[in-house]
């Protein structure tokens, strides 16, 4: 059976139709609001941007779904949880100070923002999922509390995923970073070749893996990195890789078991709004924006988180790459974004193993609005 996925174009041009009132009839078209109790604390997920970044999700567009949550009786809070890597969102009092640079104060979503996992990403309990790769995984408290739950993702691209939607925000955004860093696993390399010796990687690293070497050039100590990938992204040269053909595979499925872990306390309390637009090259833990790889398309809802990220994927590659993007070169509509990006990565998988936990259908019905 295909799952529905309802769409707003960001284009239709209809008089006195905001985006905040596209936002307002998905959440209504796709009954979100007959999943929510009275009483319910309703965990409204997402991602406030590093500090740099300004293509993450307009904070504007939370006000229609926390006006919904509260008209239901429920108390909404906005929530993230702590990065892995170091940055303006590594810890509680600098994550916050970075929401509210943003714009994420009650004053304009109507809800409070929350760091789901504590001061320092300790306050998480392990979630029993016996699957392939983990028998637990570790998923912040305040997820886990929460009666309800509604994943706001942007999606964008992503140096390790391929693309970040629904699902990836719901495993590595509801994970501490004990929890992150058991999904990365990855080692990162440097290339003495390529390494200009910037000495960026250094800088970035939260662990002090990296450094510069005799010679000016960089020097991953593989027994101390912590797979984050904070050094590839910053890297100016791409000097740093990984063992694509054995390292992807495993910690995109890796991912996937943390959004089963992540959700799997709140099968019928769920809920999934997609924006498709600034579809980015990074992710928005970068801290600076890019080019958008293809034209705007709009807002995405589903109460099936697998089928709204094939939903948004297969709308991007419906569209021509834009060649003022990191492309650089005409991509026709059809052929897959991400992968025309970074031919190693093939984040389909993620979608395949999430229909394969029973997470959802890559089957679906889009219904436009």
């Not at 596209?22 to 997402?46: H, S």
């Not at 200009?196 to 662990?207: I, T």
């Not at 027994?223 to 063992?243: F, H, R, S, Y």
Request: proline share 5%; charged share 20%; with cysteine.
């Amino acid at each position: 059976m295909k799952s529905k996925v309802y769409v707003a174009y960001l284009n239709d041009r209809q008089k006195h139709r905001s985006n905040q009132k596209k936002v307002d009839e998905l959440f209504l078209a796709a009954g979100f609001d007959k999943l929510l109790c009275a009483g319910d604390l309703a965990a409204i997920k997402l991602h406030v941007g590093e500090a740099g970044l300004d293509t993450y999700l307009n904070p504007i567009f939370l006000r229609p779904v926390t006006d919904r949550i509260k008209a239901a009786g429920a108390h909404p809070f906005l929530t993230d949880t702590n990065t892995l890597y170091s940055g303006s969102r590594h810890n509680s009092p600098q994550h916050i100070l970075t929401a509210a640079a943003h714009g994420f104060v009650p004053e304009v979503t109507g809800a409070p923002f929350i760091v789901a996992d504590g001061l320092r990403g300790e306050n998480y309990s392990r979630v029993e999922i016996g699957q392939k790769h983990f028998a637990s995984a570790a998923i912040a408290r305040d997820v886990l509390d929460a009666d309800f739950m509604l994943v706001f993702s942007h999606f964008k691209g992503h140096e390790l995923a391929g693309f970040g939607g629904a699902l990836k925000n719901a495993a590595m955004g509801c994970a501490p970073p004990v929890g992150k860093r058991e999904q990365h696993a990855i080692k990162m390399y440097a290339s003495g070749k390529k390494c200009v010796g910037c000495g960026q990687c250094a800088e970035v690293c939260p662990v002090g893996a990296s450094a510069l070497a005799e010679g000016k050039k960089a020097k991953i100590d593989a027994a101390v990195c912590i797979g984050c990938g904070e050094c590839m992204t910053v890297c100016p040269v791409k000097a740093i890789t990984l063992d694509w053909s054995t390292d992807i595979g495993d910690f995109l499925e890796r991912m996937t078991e943390y959004a089963y872990a992540a959700l799997l306390g709140k099968r019928g309390k769920a809920a999934y709004i997609t924006l498709a637009a600034a579809v980015t090259p990074y992710c928005d833990c970068v801290p600076w924006s890019d080019a958008p790889l293809v034209p705007d398309i709009g807002f995405l809802a589903s109460a099936d988180p697998v089928a709204i990220d094939q939903a948004a994927l297969d709308l991007v590659n419906k569209q021509a790459g834009l060649t003022d993007s990191e492309y650089g070169r005409p991509i026709p509509p059809g052929e897959d974004k991400f992968l025309a990006l970074r031919p190693a990565v093939d984040g389909r998988r993620t979608l395949a193993y999430a229909e394969e936990l029973g997470m959802g259908s890559r089957k679906y019905e889009l219904i436009t609005i």
